[in-house]
């Protein structure tokens, strides 16, 4: 999977950004995994806002509460935030998919959970999904953007292979899984990105965007049983 910057993404009808909340106070040392997950929290929001470039330690820090000092205690710099959430949300997602494959079900239900889950991910965690999915590759040091690649590669190729069953199965209307498997995913990806980014558009209810969505590329690609 590829992974354009937004500005501000709507969870629960509200807009977060960087400046979404006041700078914090300077906080205590201490607090291990606590602080290293505020420190990532933010970076997320910050990255998205802002861009590689804008997103300073010290932006970062100062948005946790934090000095620069205190945050290189748990990262060496930014490009290492970068990576790490990125892993995170590629591992979710893997892992989510993994479940499926392993799953006795029809080819073509697993590959519609598979798509239902990433739609359910990208609205619950819109701004890691915009860092993740949606960011412009110039954005991210070349030594990063490999490791990321193979991330995104990794959890790719597990849907490529549910694709593949349905083929197996018959049911595929092209002989080209790939090409079947990056329309399939191309599709609800760009319900997600528009609707986590183009928040002032008078959007129909998500879930009936969703269920047409899936509906007419299944139609398309999918025979009857």
């Known amino acids: ?6 500005r501000g993404v709507r969870v629960n009808s ?3 950004t960087a400046k979404a909340n ?4 300077r906080k205590a040392k201490g607090h291990g995994h606590l602080r290293r997950a505020e420190i990532l929290a933010a970076a997320e929001r910050i990255f998205v806002e802002c861009g590689y470039e804008g997103a300073t330690i010290r932006r970062i820090a100062d948005e946790v509460g934090v000095s620069s000092t205190a945050l290189y205690m748990h990262f060496r710099d930014k490009s290492e935030i970068l990576v790490e959430i990125c892993a ?8 989510a998919n993994a479940e499926l494959a392993a799953r006795e079900m029809d080819p073509v239900e697993r590959v519609r959970a598979m798509l239902e889950a990433y739609v359910r991910f990208g609205f619950e965690y819109p701004n890691a999904y915009q860092l993740v999915f949606c960011p412009n ?3 991210v040091p070349e030594d990063k953007l490999s490791t990321l690649t193979e991330l995104g590669n990794q959890c790719f190729q597990l849907f490529i292979g549910a694709v593949a069953r349905i083929r197996e199965s018959g049911r595929l209307r092209t002989t080209d899984v790939d090409a079947a498997a990056q329309v399939l995913w191309a599709a609800p990806h760009g319900l997600v ?14 879930e009936t965007l969703e269920r047409l969505m899936l509906d ?3 139609s398309g690609l999918v025979k009857e049983a």
């Open 193 to 206: 990105s528009l609707m986590i980014s183009q928040t002032t558009f008078e959007w129909a209810e998500r």
């Open 216 to 218: 007419a590329i299944f």
């Open 137 to 139: 590759p110039a954005d």
């Open 1 to 6: 999977m590829v992974w354009g910057q937004g």
């Open 14 to 16: 509200t807009v977060l």
């Open 22 to 25: 006041p700078r914090s106070q």
């Open 88 to 95: 995170e949300t590629f591992s979710r997602m893997i892992t």
